[in-house]
């Protein structure tokens, strides 16, 4: 079945110490995302890319990094400069397609990743 | 700006009755896409529902409908014949012609109560 896998579901970083958080897609899907989900708030824009070596900044790209090397995968690094990073990590992807049918296409998303601070 | 509102930070409805949560957008893009999602507490975000701008009649996928009012830009869901499991928060966002980026509103947690 196609979909998303993040990996892993629930991960600890000791302080200081930057962490990998990966997910991988095989819907063919152009367009992946990373989103930070807060208890009780709702998702926040960290990084997406619309296609292969290139990604973009969302709202609150600082203290995290990213890749895509591949179209299958987009890992997320949290990195030691952020300094509040226990919260949900949501994985997606879309089909990106230029002009008139970009506005329909849904976001399919992974299981997401806890993450917390030892 | 584009913009997602969510007035109803939570709700409680009484199983089998019929729940309409509310979401209000901004943008300044004739060409969009309205979606809500359902969340959870295991946290995955399921896909429910789509609106498109240019579309003439609203939305329905089962017991899920979208009253949408484009000169209100208002894009309710309906919930008919509430079960239990709909207990989660649900969230309303769009996606304009414009980019990749989808933006999200707050959410709104729903509770059935039995």
């Known amino acids: 079945d196609g979909g998303i896998t993040q990996s892993p579901k629930y991960l600890f970083r000791k302080e200081g110490q930057n962490v990998t958080l990966s997910c991988e897609q095989n819907l063919n899907h152009d367009a992946m995302y990373w989103y930070r989900q807060d208890p009780g708030q709702g998702l926040r824009l960290i990084y997406y890319s619309q296609i292969v070596n290139d990604f973009q900044k969302g709202d609150i790209a600082e203290g995290y990094s990213v890749s895509r090397e591949k179209k299958e995968s987009f890992p997320l690094t949290v990195t030691s400069a952020q300094k509040n990073p226990t919260a949900f990590y949501l994985c997606?992807?879309?089909?990106?397609?230029?002009?008139?049918?970009?506005?329909?296409?849904?976001?399919?998303f992974g299981d997401g990743t806890r993450l917390s601070i030892l | 700006a584009q913009k997602i509102t969510q007035t109803q930070p939570g709700m409680f409805v009484q199983e089998k009755e019929a729940v309409t949560l509310d979401c209000t957008y901004d943008t300044s893009d004739p060409s969009y896409g309205l979606f809500w999602y359902k969340q959870p507490s295991s946290g995955e975000m399921i896909f429910l529902i789509y609106q498109g701008s240019y579309d003439q009649q609203n939305a329905t996928e089962g017991r899920y409908s979208l009253n949408f009012q484009k000169a209100r830009k208002s894009a309710n869901l309906v919930i008919s014949a509430s079960q239990l499991g709909d207990s989660a928060m649900y969230f309303c966002a769009m996606r304009t012609n414009r980019d990749d980026k989808i933006i999200f509103g707050k959410g709104t947690r729903l509770h059935i109560l039995p």
């Open positions: 997606a992807s879309s089909i990106s397609e230029q002009g008139y049918y970009r506005g329909n296409q849904p976001q399919h």
